[in-house]
């Protein structure tokens, strides 16, 4: 496979102011990351050494093998939400390695509220099982809950996706024979006592580590009985008399070496077999993508500089290369899988559509999983194109992209914009993960579009109604739309949402690609079919 | 399709193969047997060509292999055969820069009669929430850029010519 020959200068004006407003953006973001991960009031770090518990980043050093890689999810979700006093949504998810095998884990962050369960909070869980079902990934649940967040109880309990979810999945895990153990470092208290009880293995931790469906007060008030955290539903009770416990751990120091006791016995069910390649590191610098990603959103790159540094070697077969050519597609290896990569390079047309319909089938006749690198302002508009059937060829994409049985993986790196965000396979459309970079926006459309739409339907309304605006008035009511629009297209809002698996530092995406295809292969690959091309 | 390696800033095309006994390395001047076995040092060889016997170093590097034989090195580049066989792109560029869809001009940065250089911005186009830089194909003498910043264009309008190329 042959190098890709980069264009860019990285003396030249541009890359270096490029360079410098991405460093200050990354900067905001690292410092975000931080506080989410680590900043706590002392009030919260202090309660947790009086309960004689470890934070949950300990806990996670303990379970993990030393020295290996974490792929941590949605570390800001919920940073737009409950005015920001939820860091991570109180709850910590990722891929890691344990005992040399790639697990899901959950862990429960108890310095934030307790480790109560919000909205966010439940969404993150369910995303992460949901992870662990695609991919046949074996769970780890840390649990340490205060329980569902009572004053949003709607917003945490009775949708489809909402608390009961983290329950069903768990059910089709054990169903699909995916194995889970429970580390109960808390209490796990009404519905959170089904997390450590649907888990085929549990171990809780004596003097901290509790499950009961009413604590020690409603019980109390409930039938007038006294009873104790411990005997109620302690260590000792739940290993000894109920059977609801299986494991007994003396410190969490215990319960974690038991758990990757645990961990190491469990069945290893080969990896799915793709073609590789011996790992090779980028030719160009990861980092210089700082200076290719333009300060402005409006300017065009070519994607095929994002590629040669983030694939192996910077090595790129290109696919139909004088075709379609706003639709990159090509072969590439990361960590030496070899992946089949769609990367846009400005709007799709009738021709770019087809090709990428027809690059995906080949790649799924081959079992070669895609990687979307999105760059995308939508699909072509104008009567030209619709004569040629832009929506037709827009339908072909689709069919072949949601019809694809390979794993897939997304970056948003710069726009998502439209219908352009479900041709390169968005949230919707079951990427195994998606991760978006900080400066990334996404929408129906652009801030500036959705905006002037919306003002000049109030315009036009004012103006039958006989009513004529001054600049300043038409100023005064695009103004506010504009500013809430931008702030609404912004990778945090998205982030904070979970429309993502997280936001990454651009040099970071090859890793992160490459835990995620890593992981991908403990699930079998399915024969291709799809349903009808409309041709 | 042979290999192709460069040694010393010649070309020459190779090809190694295996009788079942030993290596043949094929050449332009014909089949040479041999074999190569590895002494246990850190890229240590032992060459056996015709009877004789010859300890040599190898390192394996990205595009070329080096080999450290007599006290010299000696480096082996590796030419890409895609690379070295697609010729000059076929043919001479298109004077003319046609538009990729319809939109409008942002901003015109040369006029008739500038020389410009390959690659250089002639003029920016937005489309579709996208600025697109269009840049000379060229080194060349602008002949005609009939657009000015804020014009809307067609598909396939010219939105820039290059004069012809004097021979």
Redesign the interface.
Known sequence: M?RIES?IDTNAPDFKANHAAMSERLKEFHAHQHAARFERPQRDIDRLARQNKLGVRERLKLLLDPGTPFLEFSTLAACREYDGTVPGAAVVTGIGIVQGREVAIHANDASVKGGAWYPHTVKKIVRLLDVALENRLPVIHICDSAGGFLPLQHGVFPDRYLGGRVFRNQVKLSQANIPQVAIVGGHCTAGGAYVPTLSDYNIIIEGTGAIFLGGPPLVKAATGEEVGVQELGGAVMHTSVSGTGDYRAATEQHAFSLAREIVSQWKRTPKTIIETASF?EP?YDPKELYGIIPK?R???FDMREVLARIVD?SRFHEYQPEYGTTMVCGFAHIWGYKVGILANN??L?NDSSLKAAHFMQLCNQNRTPLVFLQNI??Y???R?YEERGIAKDGAKMLMAQGGSVVPKFTVIAN?S?GAGNYGMCGRAWDARTLFMWPQAEIGV??A??AANTMADVKIRQLEREGKELSEEEIAAIRDPVLEKFRRDVEAYTSTSELWDDGLLDPADTRNALGMSISASLNAPIDDPHYGIFRL | MRRIFQIDGEETECWLSHDGNELIVNTPDGAIPCQLDPTGTPGGHVLRVRGRAQELRLAVGPDATFVHLNGQTYAIGRVDPAERLAGNDGGAADDRIVAPMPGVVVSVNAKPGDQVKEGQPLLVIESMKLETSLIAPRDGVVAEIPFAAGDSFGLKATLAQLAPEED
């Open positions: 042959r264009q090779e030719y402005d409006k300017t065009q070697g400005g709007v047309f302002t939508g072509m508009v104008g030209e726009a914009y459309m652009g500036d579009q």
